[in-house]
């Protein structure tokens, strides 16, 4: 399995529009984040972990030329705002399947009606397949997926294990059989966004504390804002088995 993280930002990226702080104006490649999305590959098979407002520019960036489906974590903006950008993969296989909690689908088709539609549908609109998820196990392809249900401050949030890899963006709290889903994992992708505490999203001492109960082989740091500070100082800071993500970054399981 290989993973590419396609973003790594939190939900304005990072440089932030029209920002002077140092980490916004910082020349590390790796200080430069798009909004967060990971692509997730195995056997012939390509699926995209959420489909925020660089989606366009993240698949022309990677090299994607097919997906096999989008799964949803949750419906904020930075999630999946570049739903329409799905228009030419569309062009070439068909009707591309989404997976997302009910209340997402519900919200996807009011932002994007147009897809949805069914009568005097504009010809050069996508359409896709609609498949909900419910908080347990469903098949992608030869691949059992686990759905790992959380609380992005009051609102319900998937995150999923796909085989020996998780990955939970946009997280502040999980109910201990959830977090059992998910312990022992070889690789872990948990949100960090900062060091001072936040009411929906995990901060650094958070996210460390929950990579210690999870136990992973490894874990990478995402959704980052630029108050974490520099890639390269922060990096240096973490324990022996947990690193800071960045942008283009490929692993493989």
Known sequence: ???????????QG???????????????????????SVLVEWDDYTYVIDCGPDFRYQMLRSGCKRIDGIVFTHEHADHVA?????????????DIPIYAHKRVLKSLVK???????????YPGAPTVLTNRVKNKPFQLKNLE???????????QVFGYRFG??????????????????????????????RYEPHYSHFNLDEALDFI??????KAYLTHISHLLGFHEEVEKTLPENVFLAHDELQIII
């Open 1 to 11: 399995m290989k993973i590419t993280f396609l973003g790594t930002g939190t939900s």
């Open 14 to 36: 990072v440089p932030i529009i029209g920002s002077d702080h140092p980490v916004c104006l910082s020349k590390d490649p790796k200080d430069k984040r798009l909004r967060v």
């Open 82 to 94: 570049g739903l329409d950008d799905i228009r030419p993969f569309y062009f070439r296989q068909g």
């Open 111 to 121: 932002k994007y009606d147009y897809i949805f539609a069914t009568k005097n549908k």
């Open 145 to 155: 997926v686990i759905p790992v249900n959380g609380k992005h401050g009051d609102l």
């Open 164 to 193: 020996d890899f998780a990955y939970l963006t946009d997280m502040k709290t999980l109910k201990e059989k959830e977090i059992e889903k998910i312990k022992n994992v070889k690789v872990l992708v948990v949100n960090a966004l």
């Open 212 to 217: 210690k109960k999870v136990n992973p082989g």
